[in-house]
């Protein structure tokens, strides 16, 4: 680990930082990373429709299928990929050849179904990936949605995010699943200050979505130590299952619905949050194999 985080260094060193490159040397890519401590909770399909409401707000945006094992960005917007990551890393393709244009107002790399450890990949490979993705700095804003649970590579993707989005229900399961992700993230990525925020899916009331999140925040100010702040919620609603049926973004197929109403007054908020100064691509590469790990 602490190899590949010397050679990727390495390589930054080789080819400089492609934001310095851009045309506005003061451009700074936000990347957020949804993930969740378990399936079912919605993150796909909030990290799907949270970019189309950032598209909407003019923003360059590209979503990234970070799940490695079962990619399935892809059913939700209807599309068939050719190409993945997986090619990228293995430089049959650069990142142009497989980045995908999207009815929608955004861009979509497609997951590597099937690879399942981006730390140990050679150094050619990761020389690939490092080079690639440094291409994706012109973007405003990169989401990433993760893996559902604590594998390695979600951890290298939270590690490497400027902030991070756990999605949770007011299903018990959910909220104990959720603590332990965080839990996780907190506790097995050393000399970290991860920037987790937390989002509640399928609340019936506003006042349901700040109970959830009051208590899963308490929790962990109190037995871990850590501060995590509650982004907003979105209310259950009938139009997120027919989107998903019809493979459609409820925010294209309802653009009034209480969901996309709710994320679009997250991603308000959102914006209303100044960046940090070790933000962007270059910095995101830096980081992404950096993160130590409790032995």
């Not at 308000?268 to 962007?280: P, Y």
């Amino acid at each position: 680990m602490e190899e590949q985080a010397k050679e990727l260094r390495e390589f930054m060193n080789n080819y400089g930082e492609s934001e310095n490159d851009s045309k506005s040397k003061n451009h700074k890519t936000r990347i957020i990373a949804i993930t969740s401590g378990k399936g079912g909770v919605g993150k796909t399909n909030l990290a799907v429709n949270m970019s189309i409401a950032y598209a909407q707000l003019g923003k360059k945006v590209i979503l990234i299928d970070g799940d490695l094992g079962m990619a399935n960005v892809n059913v939700l917007l209807n599309i068939v990929p050719q190409y993945n990551l997986m090619q990228v890393i293995n430089g049959q393709k650069k990142m142009s050849e497989i980045i995908l244009d999207t009815e929608f107002g955004i861009k979509f790399i497609a997951g590597a179904n099937g690879f399942s450890k981006i730390a140990n990949l050679s150094k050619e490979e990761l020389d690939n990936f490092a080079r690639e993705f440094s291409s994706l700095s012109n973007a405003d804003i990169i989401i990433i949605d993760t893996a559902a649970g604590i594998a390695d590579n979600v951890l290298q993707f939270v590690a490497a995010a400027d902030e991070v989005y756990v999605v949770t229900t007011p299903e018990p399961t959910a909220i104990t699943d959720a603590y332990g992700i965080i839990k996780t993230i907190t506790t097995e990525l050393v000399n970290r200050e991860i920037n987790l925020k937390l989002l509640v899916n399928r609340v019936h009331s506003a006042d349901e979505g700040k109970r959830i999140s009051d208590r899963i925040i308490n929790i962990v100010a109190q037995f871990l130590n850590y501060k995590v702040e509650y982004i907003g919620f979105v209310y259950d609603d009938s139009v997120v299952q027919a989107s998903v049926i019809r493979q459609k973004p409820f925010m294209i197929v309802n653009p009034t619905s209480k969901p996309a109403v709710c994320l679009k007054h997250i991603v308000g908020r959102i914006e209303k949050t100044d960046l940090t100064g070790n933000a962007g691509v270059s910095n995101f590469l830096k980081k992404f194999l950096g993160g130590k790990r409790k032995n």
